[in-house]
T-cell receptor
Framework: KAGVTQTPRYLIKTRGQQVTLSCSPI?????VSWYQQTPGQGLQFLFE???????NKGNFPGRFSGRQFSNSRSEMNVSTLELGDSALYLC???????????FGSGTQLSVL | AQTVTQSQPEMSVQEAETVTLSCTYD???????LFWYKQPPSRQMILVIR??????QNATENRFSVNFQKAAKSFSLKISDSQLGDAAMYFC?????????????FGGGTRLMVKP
């Protein structure tokens, strides 16, 4: 089985732009979660989607949004980028029972 | 809100020796899950071990074991016979069992260095 795939691996944007990150979960997994990892704030939960519906949401501004498609693939969008949005964005998927989260290798976003 | 604290930013251990990483958490819930994740330089988070709060028996996975003290809200990870491949960032994480979904609260992490 293929693991969780995140694209792209690296991304460089400038302030004010918007960005879309993609996550393909493990086949059969319907839950996809997103986390932001920074040296200062550590790992923080952004949101989770399950069967195309947002199930949980972290404490991030409305510039951060996401969606999930019928094939469980998920996208995360950040609008009006700020320097502080520079981070590693991790996606994780889980299957029935939600017992384990499987993470991708992340997308490293740099905002200049 | 739950919080997770890892008080050791860095730890080092000699190859083949044993090391213990500390984690404390704060919650008012009685039912929850605790996890240790490993993040090597590849950046991919890998689940090391998982503990259900209602189970008194400490979880064990090969060379990895935990010391779960529910009353003290402590959840330490012991790595026995340390190997060079164990060098990584280790994160302790909490998940409520009362909410649907996979919202994890992470600690700040401990960087483990393994000396040959």
């Amino acid at each position: 089985k293929a693991g969780v795939t995140q694209t792209p691996r690296y991304l460089i944007k400038t302030r004010g732009q918007q960005v879309t990150l993609s996550c393909s979960p493990i086949s059969g997994h319907r839950s996809v979660s997103w986390y932001q990892q920074t040296p200062g704030q550590g790992l923080q939960f952004l949101f989770e989607y399950f069967s195309e519906t947002q199930r949980n949401k972290g404490n991030f501004p409305g510039r951060f949004s996401g969606r999930q498609f019928s094939n469980s693939r998920s996208e995360m969008n950040v609008s009006t980028l700020e320097l502080g949005d520079s981070a590693l964005y991790l996606c994780a998927s889980s299957g029935p029972g939600n017992e384990k989260l499987f993470f991708g290798s992340g997308t490293q976003l740099s905002v200049l | 809100a739950q919080t997770v604290t890892q008080s050791q930013p860095e730890m080092s251990v000699q190859e083949a020796e044993t090391v213990t990483l500390s984690c404390t958490y704060d919650t008012s819930e009685s039912d929850y899950y605790l996890f240790w994740y490993k993040q090597p330089p590849s950046r991919q988070m890998i689940l090391v071990i998982r503990q259900e709060a209602y189970k008194q028996q400490n979880a064990t996975e090969n060379r990895f074991s935990v010391n779960f003290q529910k009353a003290a809200k402590s959840f330490s990870l012991k790595i026995s016979d340390s190997q060079l491949g164990d060098a990584a960032m280790y994160f302790c994480a909490y998940r409520s069992a009362n909410e649907a979904g996979n919202m994890l609260t992470f600690g700040g992490g401990t960087r483990l260095m393994v000396k040959p």
